[in-house]
């Protein structure tokens, strides 16, 4: 048996017990700390469904193992909420309808978030967007997302 | 949080359950044991190894007997096959254990035994000799269908000018995003399952046929639904988790992994298309069509592709004389299922680059030329259906007049194409709807889940707003399952704000009557919203809502009126029909596009720089999701224009099953997009809807291919336009 594995989740200190050392960060937050905001798509790092934040910063927990990630901070969906950037990015895309089935997004908001974190919270539209493009949806055709960018970018603080 | 969309905080605060989502306490997870090969006479399967893991349940073919006593399912759809695979990675068998793991492991531990057999892989190796010659019989061929209109070949024959092309088309994915995935729980005779499912009712159906089980013995509780696309619109999964739970008295999970998803998903498969015209006096006289459909493993006889896809061949154009023929071929690959306005776009594509090659021939401008056979209000189509309102005509003049503004400021290497297509809407079978009016607002109750369109939680709510007077924010839309929802027949076909949205008006309806009879009075009865509780007026007479209720329905939950839509189906020419079934349209929607490209000759790479869609809807709904339903469809056009196919070897096997390399568009692709509504050419829908999810896809890759053509000259006839094929039509590679 492995030693316990320290992870703050959302603020929260975590100790997981019997981490396999093969285990995916994205199944140990959907089924080990049953945080299920965040999706499963195409578990190849093409999609970024399952985007969560490490320290802050953007990262597809698909490809990401749970050991590597060991006393780090991780942010999900379900801490957005707590969050100023992620309450501003969430008020943007729902005014802007930048959502349809929904699956993609919680991806889509931690993506933003990461990079309001990286490139700071006055970074232009573009250099945003031209950063999402590794997050897919299939409904929206996008265009509600780039004004929801928009709208947080000309509303920003 | 203000949004246009109900279901706002909810998904992005990713509270949302969907289908992969679902747990049960004690749930084993599933995974299926796929056929090794495209086609193969199966020896055995031999599920001893996987039986001997710990806490492992397997089952297959074997085992039906046991697991449903005295059914035999669908003789001619086994849930397992016993003697004969017909597409790789066809389930032989199920396996179910305590982790998803352990469970992958097993279905890997089954060993099937099969002899492989010769595969058909692609439609025009069962035909060589096509399009001359089609053989009478084959077992290739699921469906055929012939209809002809006057002396084509006496057309053919004096015609100023004839054209004679053949066209090829892909086969592309939904790619919802959210993979397939269900939860089923089998207690005491009751065949229960939680699913992501764009048809709760049809899923029952399914399940019930496909397992041989009295209807009323399952209940299908549909989840939200990550992207449905038509993908999720019958049974696919479900048989299987419902068969382990049976077998192994647990709840069971089963979803795919996405390389499964494309692997089994049912979709649009490729096509070859012969399309020859004739014209004189700048005038279509004559239509030839030939279409060989590949249907995958499509049975004969329950096909409907054909026959339902080949007048989209004829174009929304007045055509005089015509003989169009179609087979549904089978191949060794799953079977052909719905994708987003199942192969309309694919025939608008082939329909509207053989009309601008054949105006360009006969020295024609194409636009005009197809403006002028446009149907419009009144004419009869070439199955003999009547046009009825019908926006298309000012939808295309409006698109025209949008490219003579984009070409009068282009820059080098760019072109604009103006592409039309048709849809039929408001069809599927009836359906129903409750209303509930409480103290405290309108409740709609409801059998279908939100897709993601938006057309159950804020279409359905907008009619029963309009309908009742009342604002949307007193109005809520709920869902039932299978056991105590009213049937309705699914999120699919563009029908739900159409025709579920009538059964709604109609409930309205019936509740003011209702209200009218208690109230007494005369004259409009209307719902004042207050402060506080609902009342009702009617001239001189008011009363509360709670006082008008009975002590029942106090105690119940509000006065429940109902109403029905029944479904709609048009009528045929039958004279005209020589072979097959053809099915009948109703309610004509259309949309005109204008898109503008610039091509990169040396590479063939086509960047799209802008894009405006009309479209005839009818009357608009709900503003701010119609207009997303658009941009949407459009987008999703975009990837069957540019880079969406999926590709099989000759043994059977897909080769692209990633996102990687069956690429949909990104959103730095994504042109800025201009939406345009036609409203007043009114169809049977609640205030003269029509319907909208599908039609905003069908002209895009035409709409794409004409802008390259225009642009370039390279005329492409195969779908996608990848840079290798436009490369290879500029002769640079």
């Not at chain 1, 493009?133 to 603080?157: D, F």
């Not at chain 2, 008006?505 to 509780?533: H, K, N, T, Y």
């Not at chain 2, 096997?653 to 007043?680: K, M």
């Amino acid at each position: 048996m492995t030693r316990p594995l320290p992870l703050t989740v959302n603020g929260r200190p975590h100790s997981l017990e019997d981490v396999p050392d093969s285990e995916r960060l994205l199944d140990t937050v959907r089924w080990r700390l049953g945080l299920k905001g965040t999706k499963e798509g195409c578990r190849s790092g093409d999609c970024g469904a399952c985007t969560v934040l490490v320290d802050g910063a953007s990262t597809l927990s698909c490809l990401t193992l749970t050991h590597e990630v060991e006393g780090s901070s991780l942010t999900t969906i379900e801490g957005m909420s707590e969050d100023p950037v992620g309450r501003d990015v969430q008020e943007a895309f729902g005014r802007a309808g930048a959502l349809q089935c929904g699956y993609c997004t919680p991806g889509f908001v931690l993506a933003l978030v990461g990079l309001l974190r990286e490139r700071g919270r006055s970074a232009s539209v573009d250099e945003l967007l031209s950063d999402l493009g590794g997050n897919l949806c299939r409904c929206t055709g996008y265009l509600a997302i780039v004004r929801a960018v928009s709208l947080l970018q000309k509303e920003g603080p | 949080m203000r949004s246009p969309r109900p279901d706002a905080r909810e998904k992005l605060e990713g509270r949302t359950v969907f289908g992969v989502d679902l747990e049960a306490p004690g749930m084993l997870w599933a995974a299926l044991v796929p056929s090794p090969v495209a086609h193969g006479r199966l020896k055995s399967v031999d599920l001893s190894a996987a039986r001997a893991l710990e806490g492992v349940v397997a089952i297959s073919a074997a085992d039906l007997a046991s697991l449903l006593p005295g059914s035999t399912g669908d003789p001619d759809r086994p849930v397992f096959p016993s003697n004969t695979v017909v597409y790789r990675n066809q389930p032989v068998a199920a396996v179910a254990a305590p982790t998803l793991e352990l469970a992958r492991a097993a279905a890997r531990a089954v060993r099937v035994d099969v002899e492989a057999l010769p595969t058909v892989s692609d439609v025009e190796e069962v035909f060589p000799e096509w399009p001359r010659e089609v053989p009478e019989k084959s077992e290739h061929i699921a469906a055929h269908v012939l209809a002809r209109e006057g002396d084509v070949d006496e057309a053919f024959r004096t015609a100023e000018t004839v054209v004679r092309e053949t066209y090829r088309t892909s086969s592309v994915h939904q790619v919802a995003i959210e993979p397939h995935a269900c939860l089923a729980d089998v207690t005491e005779g009751a065949w229960r399952v939680r699913t992501s499912t764009q048809t709760p009712f049809g899923t029952r159906e399914d399940v019930a046929t496909l397992l041989g089980l009295p209807v009323e013995s399952v209940v299908v509780d549909g989840t939200w639904v990550g992207g449905g696309f038509g993908g999720k619109g019958s049974a696919l999964l479900e048989p299987y988790a419902l068969l382990l739970s049976k077998a192994s008295g647990r709840p069971v999970k089963l979803s795919l992994r996405y390389r499964e998803e494309f692997q089994l998903g049912r979709t649009t498969l490729p096509s070859v298309v012969r399309m020859e015209t004739a014209v004189s006096n700048g005038r279509i006289v004559a239509r030839r069509v030939r279409l060989l459909l590949d249907v995958g493993t499509s049975l004969p006889g329950r096909d409907f592709t054909a026959g339902y896809a080949i007048a989209f061949l004829l174009g929304p154009y007045r055509t005089p004389a015509f003989e169009m023929e179609g087979y549904a071929v089978r191949t060794n690959k799953p079977p052909f299922g719905a994708h987003r306005a199942p192969f309309a776009p694919q025939c608008a594509f082939v329909v509207e680059s053989h009309l601008d090659h054949v105006a360009r021939e006969a020295g024609l401008d194409p636009v005009v030329f197809r403006a002028a056979h446009l149907w419009k209000e009144g004419d009869t189509t070439p199955m003999g259906q009547p046009v009825g309102p019908f926006g298309l005509p000012t939808a295309l003049e409006r698109a025209r007049a949008t490219a003579a503004r984009w070409r009068a400021d282009a820059g080098p290497d760019t072109g604009v194409g103006v592409a039309v297509g048709f849809w039929s809407t408001g069809t599927g079978a009836g359906g129903e709807a409750r209303v509930r009016l409480s103290p405290g607002g309108l409740e709609v109750v409801q059998g279908e889940r939100e897709i993601g369109s938006g057309s159950v939680l804020a279409g359905v709510r907008a009619v029963a707003a309009r309908a009742s007077g009342l604002s949307p924010q007193r109005v809520t839309v709920s869902y039932e399952d299978t056991s105590s929802a009213p049937f309705d027949s699914g999120v699919f076909g563009s029908r739900t704000t159409a025709a579920l949205g009538r059964a709604v008006d109609e409930a309205v309806r019936a509740l003011f009557d209702d209200l009218g009879r208690r109230l007494g009075g005369s004259g409009p009865i209307r719902l004042l919203e207050g402060p506080g509780e609902l009342s009702v007026e009617r001239g001189a007479v008011r009363a509360t809502v709670r006082e008008l209720e009975n002590d029942s329905e106090r105690a119940g939950g509000g006065i429940v009126a109902s109403g029905r839509h029944y479904g709609r189906s048009g009528t045929i020419d039958e004279r005209k029909v020589a072979a097959g079934t053809f099915y009948a349209y109703t309610d004509f929607t259309g949309a005109a596009h204008a898109a503008q490209v610039q091509v990169d000759r040396s590479t063939g790479t086509v960047r799209v720089l802008r894009y405006s869609a009309f479209q005839d809807v009818g009357a608009v709904i709900d503003p701010a999701t119609a207009a997303a339903q658009v941009e949407g469809g459009v987008v999703m056009g975009l990837g069957t224009a540019l880079t969406e196919e999926a590709m099989w070897s000759e043994d059977g096997r897909l080769l692209n099953p990633g996102l990687l390399d069956y690429r949909i568009p990104t959103l730095g692709e994504v042109p800025p997009i201009a939406v345009t509504f036609v409203e007043g050419f009114h169809g049977a829908g609640p205030f003269g809807a029509k319907g909208l999810g599908e039609p905003p896809i069908i002209p895009v890759a035409a709409a794409v291919a004409l802008a390259v053509r225009d642009a370039t000259g390279a005329h492409v006839t195969e779908l996608p336009l990848s840079a290798e094929r436009v490369a290879r039509a500029l002769k640079v590679l």
